[in-house]
Structure formats: structure tokens, C-alpha cells
């Protein structure tokens, strides 16, 4: 009777190790059936038994079944595991850190991590195309859990935030691309917008406009920024001091000349608002200076060439909107004179406008100030010509 019940114990250990150790070839089996809590019970047992977890197969089956929950649509299998995307990236990992490079494994765990970074993204555009961008916010950080420093992703979560109103998130994101040197323009622009205005912070501002102008030197937007921001900071001498030294280290460069000439046309936008008619006229004129030997430099600068033919263009609608306000006995007397003076202005202003438009003929912004000016100087034909490429520009569009 006493072996008889050790044989039953000993049967019963045995049958008790077993179960402990679990199989891969099960968990295959059940995943292979789709029956992923099955696969997941028997893989999660399997990689606490010190012979299989020494073993790539049991790894590498881990992380094709916790890819699987990662994939599911399934509320209640995703709902199995919060961790899948996490344990199949860690499985896929010890699969590559066990292997040869080229080893057949290493290669197909390479290809799942792959396959999981790319089923997130087609997830989160279709999350996204319903306008649920919170929802699509979420696929696309599980999608840099994969991809922790992939330019697309960064940018698809970026814009989603955005939508989201979840900005803190944005300009990490975004700030994320600058460090990668992955920033597009727009990013940039969107970095400068949400510190500007949604966060209100110059400082920060200024930050992130002389990282977009490291980048894109060449985009005057940023200039204007940059002029702006130092501006509302009260900096401006600092600025000016800063650029006039680098155009005494630089004299051929075009970009600093622009920038020196912005500062002060900006600045004189900002006094004419306030009133200061002298103080305006003063910055105007230096601006107009340094626009000037910008398009010396280079002839085919559009920023230097269309601000410049926009100061001239301002410069005689001072005189056109006093005769505009004349009545007929004020006009008679002074009217003619004040109108010839506005029209020699615009006739030196015309060379530079239209420079503007042989640098970009498609900007509708130089062509339509360019036809206002032949409109206003009565050279129809010209301005009709003007008139028609706009026209075919429209039908393009």
C-alpha cells in the first residue's frame, strides 16, 4: 500500500513540474487557432522555467502572441493585457540580443518590431481621419514606445496633440524633431505659434525662433519673429548692436541686411500705431537704406525687393489719402502737386515691385501690388496683363 502511494505521489509531482513548465508548442498551437488567452496562460508559464526561457523560440513565440493582442480590434482582448505592446517589444529585444544579426530570428523579430510600429500608424491615421484626435494621440505614443526617435511618428503625434489642445505634449514632440535636426518649417512655425500665443511666454518665443532660423536662415517669417518678439521684450538695441557687428564681420551677406532693414520697418510700423509720425519716418528710412543694399548684393531677393517696393508704396499713400480728404476748392489748390509727388514715389518704388515678381511670378501678394501700382500710375495695359496672370493663377488653384 505504501509504494502503491508513493508511486501516485511521485506520478502526481511529476504531472504538477510539468504543468509549471508550459509548452511554446502549445502556445503556438492556440495562437496559431486564434485562441490568445490559451497561447498567452501556456508562454507566460513557459518563460519562467529556466530550460525554455534560455531558448530564442520561447521568446520569439512571446512576442508573435503579445503581437497579436497589440493588433487585436477586440475590446476584450486588448483589454487582456495594458502591457502587450510593451512584453512583445521585449521579447522581439531578446530575441535580437540573443541572435546573430543575420540569424533567421533576429531578422523576423526585426520584422515584427517593424509590422508593430507600422499597424500603430495605419491605426492612428484611421483614428485620426474620424477626428478622435485624443484617440489617435494615443496610438501614436504607443507607436514611439516602437519607435522612439522616428521622424513621422514624432510629427503624426505632434499634430494630433495639437488638435488635441494638448500643447505641453506638442512641443515636446516638436522639440524632439529640432534634436533629431527632423524639423520641417511648419513644425517650427508651430513651435513659435503655441509659445507666442497660447503660452504667452517671449522668452520661450524667442527660443524658438532662433532654433527655426538656425535651420532655415533664409525664411523671412522668422526675421520678422525674431524682430517682433525683441520688440515686446524691450531688446531691440541688443538686437541692433548684434546684427550691425556681424554685417561689419559679413558685409556680403544678404540675410543680415534683411534682418537689420525688417527690425526697423517693424519698428516703424509699431511707432506709426502709436502716433510717432518723426520716430516712424526715421526707422522707415533706415530700413529703406538697408533693403537697398540687400538687393545690391543680391538683385534677385524677393524679401529685399518686394519690402522695399512696399515702403515706397506705403510712402505715397500718405500723399493720396490727403487728397483723398480734400474737398474739390482744397483739392484745385493743392491736389494736383500733392498727387504728382505720391505718383514720382510710386514710380521708384515700380523697379523693385517688379523685381519682386520676376524672382516668384506665382506670388499673388507681389503681383497684386505690382498691378495696383500700374492701376495707380494709369499703365492699364501693364495692369492687365497683371491682372490676367492672377486670373490664371485663380483657375489653377
Same mark, same amino acid.
Given at each position: 500500500?505504501?509504494?502503491?502511494?508513493?508511486?501516485? &505521489?511521485?506520478? =502526481? @509531482?511529476?504531472? &504538477?513540474?510539468?504543468?509549471?513548465?508550459?509548452?511554446?508548442?502549445?502556445?503556438?498551437?492556440?495562437?496559431?487557432?486564434?485562441?490568445?488567452?490559451?497561447?498567452?496562460?501556456?508562454?507566460?508559464?513557459?518563460?519562467?522555467?529556466?530550460?525554455?526561457?534560455?531558448?530564442?523560440? =520561447?521568446?520569439?513565440?512571446?512576442?508573435? @502572441?503579445?503581437?497579436?493582442?497589440?493588433?487585436?480590434? %477586440?475590446?476584450?482582448?486588448?483589454?487582456?493585457?495594458?502591457?502587450?505592446?510593451?512584453?512583445?517589444?521585449?521579447?522581439?529585444?531578446?530575441?535580437?540580443?540573443?541572435?546573430?544579426?543575420?540569424?533567421?530570428?533576429?531578422?523576423?523579430?526585426?520584422?515584427?518590431?517593424?509590422?508593430?510600429?507600422?499597424?500603430?500608424?495605419?491605426?492612428?491615421?484611421?483614428?485620426?481621419? =474620424? /477626428?478622435?484626435?485624443?484617440?489617435?494621440?494615443?496610438?501614436? *505614443?504607443?507607436?514611439?514606445?516602437?519607435?522612439?526617435?522616428?521622424?513621422?511618428?514624432?510629427?503624426?503625434?505632434?499634430?494630433?496633440?495639437?488638435?488635441?489642445?494638448? #500643447?505641453?505634449?506638442?512641443?515636446?514632440?516638436?522639440?524632439?524633431?529640432?534634436?533629431?535636426?527632423?524639423?520641417?518649417?511648419?513644425?517650427?512655425?508651430?513651435?513659435?505659434?503655441?509659445?507666442?500665443?497660447?503660452?504667452?511666454?517671449?522668452?520661450? =518665443?524667442?527660443?524658438?525662433?532662433?532654433?527655426?532660423?538656425?535651420?532655415?536662415?533664409?525664411?523671412?517669417?522668422?526675421?520678422?519673429?525674431?524682430?517682433?518678439?525683441?520688440?515686446? &521684450?524691450?531688446?531691440?538695441?541688443?538686437?541692433?548692436?548684434?546684427? &550691425?557687428?556681424?554685417?561689419?564681420?559679413?558685409?556680403? $551677406?544678404?540675410?543680415?541686411?534683411?534682418?537689420?532693414?525688417?527690425?526697423? %520697418?517693424?519698428?516703424?510700423?509699431?511707432?506709426?500705431?502709436?502716433? $510717432?509720425?518723426? *520716430?516712424? $519716418?526715421?526707422?522707415?528710412? @533706415?530700413?529703406?537704406?538697408?533693403?537697398?543694399?540687400?538687393?545690391?548684393?543680391?538683385?534677385?531677393?524677393?524679401?529685399?525687393?518686394?519690402?522695399?517696393?512696399?515702403?515706397?508704396?506705403?510712402?505715397?499713400?500718405? #500723399? #493720396?489719402?490727403?487728397?483723398?480728404?480734400?474737398?474739390?476748392?482744397? #483739392?484745385?489748390?493743392?491736389?494736383?502737386a500733392l498727387e504728382a509727388k505720391a505718383n514720382s514715389i510710386l514710380k521708384e518704388g515700380l523697379p523693385f515691385m517688379k523685381a519682386a515678381t520676376d524672382s516668384k511670378p506665382e506670388d499673388e501678394d507681389a503681383l497684386r501690388a505690382l498691378q495696383q501700382i500700374y492701376t495707380q500710375l494709369k499703365m492699364y495695359d501693364e495692369a492687365e496683363v497683371i491682372m490676367n496672370k492672377l486670373d490664371a493663377?485663380?483657375?489653377? /488653384?
Amino acid at each position: 500500500m505504501k509504494k502503491s502511494l508513493s508511486i501516485i &505521489l511521485i506520478l =502526481t @509531482i511529476a504531472s &504538477l513540474s510539468y504543468a509549471q513548465k508550459g509548452s511554446v508548442s502549445k502556445a503556438k498551437s492556440y495562437r496559431t487557432k486564434g485562441d490568445l488567452i490559451s497561447a498567452k496562460a501556456e508562454i507566460d508559464v513557459a518563460i519562467t522555467n529556466e530550460k525554455t526561457a534560455s531558448k530564442t523560440a =520561447t521568446w520569439l513565440e512571446r512576442g508573435q @502572441i503579445y503581437q497579436e493582442f497589440v493588433k487585436s480590434t %477586440d475590446p476584450n482582448i486588448k483589454g487582456i493585457d495594458e502591457m502587450a505592446l510593451e512584453k512583445a517589444l521585449e521579447a522581439f529585444n531578446k530575441v535580437i540580443s540573443m541572435e546573430k544579426e543575420n540569424s533567421i530570428e533576429a531578422v523576423l523579430s526585426s520584422q515584427n518590431i517593424e509590422g508593430l510600429w507600422g499597424n500603430l500608424i495605419n491605426t492612428g491615421g484611421e483614428i485620426y481621419a =474620424t /477626428d478622435d484626435f485624443a484617440g489617435s494621440l494615443v496610438i501614436f *505614443e504607443q507607436a514611439l514606445k516602437v519607435k522612439p526617435e522616428d521622424s513621422l511618428t514624432l510629427l503624426y503625434a505632434g499634430i494630433s496633440s495639437r488638435q488635441a489642445e494638448q #500643447y505641453d505634449k506638442t512641443v515636446t514632440f516638436y522639440l524632439k524633431l529640432d534634436s533629431l535636426k527632423k524639423a520641417s518649417i511648419d513644425v517650427y512655425h508651430t513651435l513659435i505659434y503655441l509659445q507666442k500665443n497660447i503660452y504667452k511666454d517671449n522668452e520661450a =518665443t524667442l527660443v524658438a525662433v532662433r532654433m527655426a532660423k538656425k535651420v532655415y536662415p533664409e525664411e523671412s517669417r522668422f526675421n520678422k519673429e525674431e524682430i517682433d518678439v525683441l520688440i515686446k &521684450l524691450k531688446r531691440l538695441d541688443e538686437a541692433k548692436a548684434q546684427i &550691425l557687428d556681424e554685417i561689419k564681420r559679413d558685409p556680403s $551677406n544678404v540675410n543680415l541686411h534683411l534682418s537689420y532693414a525688417i527690425m526697423h %520697418d517693424n519698428l516703424g510700423a509699431n511707432n506709426a500705431k502709436e502716433g $510717432n509720425k518723426e *520716430e516712424a $519716418n526715421k526707422s522707415y528710412e @533706415i530700413a529703406k537704406e538697408y533693403y537697398s543694399k540687400a538687393v545690391e548684393i543680391d538683385a534677385k531677393s524677393y524679401v529685399g525687393n518686394f519690402n522695399l517696393g512696399a515702403l515706397y508704396v506705403n510712402s505715397a499713400k500718405e #500723399y #493720396y489719402d490727403q487728397v483723398r480728404d480734400m474737398d474739390l476748392s482744397t #483739392y484745385n489748390k493743392k491736389g494736383p502737386a500733392l498727387e504728382a509727388k505720391a505718383n514720382s514715389i510710386l514710380k521708384e518704388g515700380l523697379p523693385f515691385m517688379k523685381a519682386a515678381t520676376d524672382s516668384k511670378p506665382e506670388d499673388e501678394d507681389a503681383l497684386r501690388a505690382l498691378q495696383q501700382i500700374y492701376t495707380q500710375l494709369k499703365m492699364y495695359d501693364e495692369a492687365e496683363v497683371i491682372m490676367n496672370k492672377l486670373d490664371a493663377l485663380g483657375k489653377e /488653384d
